[in-house]
């Protein structure tokens, strides 16, 4: 049997968010089942929260909702299998096909050439980092962002890129998209 875990509406917890309605009922018309998480508890830490209206010993759910990081996919993971059952795509897999280190090798040849840096969040890059990154790139315009997001509704500020060969703009693009 089908079981798709969605997110609750945030002002009437016990319906599927708005946004999700029409494929909830769809999955129902199908025979499947619905069950319902709390987005704002999972991505605020509060995963046994999250997860209790969903019923226990569901078998394998798939997630279908607002995006998360792969930090809360996999506390969702766990706080599920703490009720007996477990997301289909496993923490892991999401991650790999979530972020860009994870995906980009499948797709280079559809993708734009990119270079990346691990960095815990919040943490500034040196110049020395800057020209690491941007070196074999090449001159020439390009984009800013974190592995999953940009900030494109701050598109000059923390997105854009004119020129590549300007270390000192790129610098304070992603200086600001990494404080954003």
Do not use: N
């Not at 049997?1 to 009922?25: I, K, N, S, Y």
């Not at 069950?35 to 999972?42: K, T």
């Amino acid at each position: 049997m089908l079981t798709v875990v969605f997110c609750a509406d945030p002002l009437r917890p016990a319906r599927v968010d708005p946004h999700f309605a029409r494929q909830a009922a769809a999955v129902g018309e199908l025979g499947g089942t619905v069950a319902l998480i709390d987005h704002d508890a999972l991505v605020s830490g509060d995963t046994p929260a999250a997860v209790r209206r969903v019923p226990r010993d569901a078998g394998p759910v798939w997630y279908r909702g607002w995006m998360v990081t792969a930090d809360d996919y996999a506390e969702l993971d766990t706080a599920l299998a703490a009720r007996g059952t477990h997301l289909v795509t496993g923490a892991d897999r999401y991650r790999a096909a979530h972020e860009l280190p994870g995906w980009y090798d499948v797709f280079a040849e559809v993708t734009p050439e990119s270079t990346w840096l691990p960095r815990p969040p919040g943490h500034a890059l040196s110049t020395a980092e800057v020209e690491k990154l941007v070196e074999p790139l090449g001159a020439g315009p390009g984009i800013v962002k974190d592995y999953v997001k940009s900030r494109k509704h701050e598109w000059a500020e923390a997105c854009y890129l004119p020129d590549l060969a300007d270390l000192d703009a790129v610098a304070r693009v992603i200086g600001r998209m990494v404080e954003l």
